[in-house]
């Protein structure tokens, strides 16, 4: 048994679908969910959206407690990358500050920060290649500039999982920040942002937490939100939001400050439905399955003789494995096996894999099985 219900993913119907670091998918719920949605927007406009639009403090309060956070924390964005916006763009900084940052970022993760360079902004890129940014590498570079660590929990390229928890404390100890892009491990694995120390987290909607693209959320400490000037308010950002032409009134007390203007309400609603689906299952059921599909994968890729980046270990090790196959084209390959129905990320770098918790061992041996098959096939070589 799949810790999530097979019978919930559309998907299976039609593809062995192993591609949530690109794209994930709706599970049954959440799509009759946003249909009932679309259909009340046809319907009845105000009159019957309205309703979604209350909830949306449930909405809020679903991914809070999601991720162990407190009420009142939690704003709905549109994407990863506005929640890195909010943090660069808000947070005090002084000429000469510094920000430390792994090189192998998705863009998400960097182009936010780099604009920072004009205000000053030392940014500090931790050289992937030669060092991870562990717990040790990240003391030995800290400095008493350092005001915020930015980190993905784990990386687009190659899986690596970063300890969140250590970072933080490390940071802390020196009066710095942890920001952590959270969209390649949420969903796939349980996190408690309290817990673990973190300051500020985005995630957008679309991989592992199964919902649509074009939402996400950040979550910011209580303690930080005063801090952080607004980068980009909007009509909703004040108290009473009602209160249309009074322009001077102070910003809500709360995180919802960051949402702006008026948020994605549909997208909001995939994100608690899908939170429920996967609460149903459990998260650490889920985390222990995806990491026991990812074991299985990367034994029978060496056992191919594939070469496999990054690094896996318990800690270390997420749902990704992205891996190339010596003398044959990845990019040649990944079309190859979709065109029979699995569904991988295929670029020049290698094939990356990413199942989730209704994938099956027998999946992951059909992917297997269709490399060793396509090993030797011209149609595969450069």
Not at 21 to 44: K, Q, S, Y
Not at 306 to 324: K, L, P, Q
């Amino acid at each position: 048994m799949t810790p999530l219900d097979r019978s919930l993913f559309a998907v299976t119907e039609n593809f062995t679908y192993l591609n949530h670091a690109a794209v994930g998918v709706l599970p049954r719920p959440t799509r009759e969910a946003l249909h009932a949605f679309i259909d009340a927007h046809a319907e009845g406009g105000v009159a019957r959206v309205y309703s979604y639009e209350r909830d949306m403090p449930a909405y809020r309060s679903k991914i809070a407690s999601f991720i162990g956070a407190q009420p009142g924390t939690i704003a709905v964005l549109r994407n990863t990358g506005d929640g890195a916006n909010a943090i660069a763009g808000g947070f005090p900084w002084q000429p000469g500050d510094e920000l430390i940052l792994p090189d192998n970022e998705f863009p998400a993760n960097a182009q936010p920060w780099l604009p920072l360079r004009d205000r000053g902004v030392n940014i500090r890129f931790i050289e992937t290649r030669k060092e991870r940014l562990t717990p040790d590498v990240l003391r030995s570079t800290i400095t008493p500039r350092t005001k915020i660590v930015s980190v993905s929990w784990v990386s687009f390229e190659d899986g690596y999982r970063h300890d969140l928890a250590a970072l933080a404390e490390i940071a802390h100890e020196h009066g710095a920040l942890l920001a952590v892009d959270a969209i390649q491990g949420l969903g796939a694995f349980p996190l408690d942002v309290q817990s673990c120390g973190i300051d500020a987290l985005y995630c957008g909607g679309a991989k592992w937490m199964l919902s649509l693209q074009g939402v996400s959320f950040l979550y910011v400490r209580p303690e930080l939100i005063d801090r952080l000037a607004l980068a980009a308010p909007g009509w909703r950002s004040v108290g009473d939001m009602w209160d249309f032409l009074k322009y001077d009134q102070p910003y809500a007390a709360d995180a919802t400050r960051f949402e702006g203007g008026t948020p994605n309400f549909i997208g909001a609603l995939s994100l608690a439905r899908s939170i429920e689906v996967m609460e149903a299952a459990g998260t650490s059921r889920i985390g222990r399955h995806v990491l026991s599909l990812t074991d299985r994968l990367a034994e029978g890729l060496r056992r191919a003789g594939a070469d496999i980046a990054g690094r896996r270990s318990a800690m270390e090790s997420s749902g990704i494995v992205t891996f190339r196959l010596p003398g044959t084209d990845p990019v040649a390959l990944g079309k190859a096996l979709q065109h029979d129905g699995i569904v991988t990320t295929h670029r020049a770098n290698g094939i990356r894999v990413a199942p989730h918790g209704y994938n099956t061992s027998s999946e992951i041996d059909a992917l297997l099985d269709a490399v060793e098959r396509y090993r030797k096939e011209p149609a595969c070589s450069p």
